[in-house]
């Protein structure tokens, strides 16, 4: 079954975060994957295998919330489970986005914290949980990233990628976008020789964005 007009815009909004994700280096070749809420109990997903800045409506499915596809011709990401189970944590959230950002993944990978330094970080990050490994497409890291953002709108899953979610896709990317560059700036930080400095804690419940 073909997309509907509503699925098929969403599918390249999508597609247009997909290929700025890659440019920036945010995902290589065909890791990573996105999506968007269709309603209560169905989403908008990446295909498998596909390539991130490669994407059109056609390498889009649409999953119910027990993997049946609904429409489109592809087989839906391996990653299916994750996408649901953040759907089900999350009534509030339209958009889930994976990626494997180098950075993010490097510091989570080796127990080193992502400090938040900037009041964008502040701003969009918040907070983030993480995940020891299990290995992708399986129950296990679905449920426990699930479980990690009931609390916080990012999840850094070890030796693999980061999950991020918001109300909106605008908001989800920009918030993937400052998860990887708080993870630069305290590589960067660490360099200087700087181990503990972060945004000033007082100043969080009063951010809003100019
Ligand atoms: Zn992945």
């Known amino acids: 079954m073909a997309l509907t007009h509503e699925a098929s815009g969403l599918a390249q909004e999508l597609a247009a975060v997909g290929a700025d994700a890659v440019r920036r280096g945010l995902v290589l070749a065909s890791g990573g994957n996105l999506s968007a809420r269709l309603g209560e109990d169905r989403f908008l997903i990446t295909g498998s295998g596909t390539w991130l800045d490669r994407l059109t409506p056609e390498d889009f ?68 949980g993480l995940t020891p ?47 990887e560059d708080a993870a630069k700036a305290t590589l960067i930080a660490r360099q200087l020789g700087d181990t503990d400095t972060r945004f000033p804690e007082e ?7 100019a």
Not at 138 to 147: G, Y
Not at 203 to 209: M, N, R, V
């Open 61 to 128: 499915a649409v999953v119910s919330h027990d993997g049946t596809v609904e429409a489109g011709s592809v087989r839906p990401s391996s990653e299916w489970k994750l996408h649901q189970r953040a759907y089900a944590a999350r009534p509030d959230v339209t958009t889930v986005i994976h990626l494997h950002p180098q950075h993010a993944v490097l510091l989570a990978t080796l127990d080193v914290e992502i400090r938040l330094l900037t009041l964008d970080h502040a701003f969009y990050v918040r907070s983030m």
């Open 133 to 179: 490994f299990y290995p992708n497409g399986s129950d296990e890291l679905a449920d426990t990233a699930a479980a990690e953002l009931a609390h916080h709108d990012c999840v850094v899953m070890r030796h693999h990628g980061c999950t991020v979610v918001g109300d909106s896709l605008e908001m989800t990317y920009r918030r993937a976008l400052n998860l």
């Open 203 to 209: 100043h969080l419940p009063s951010l809003h964005h």
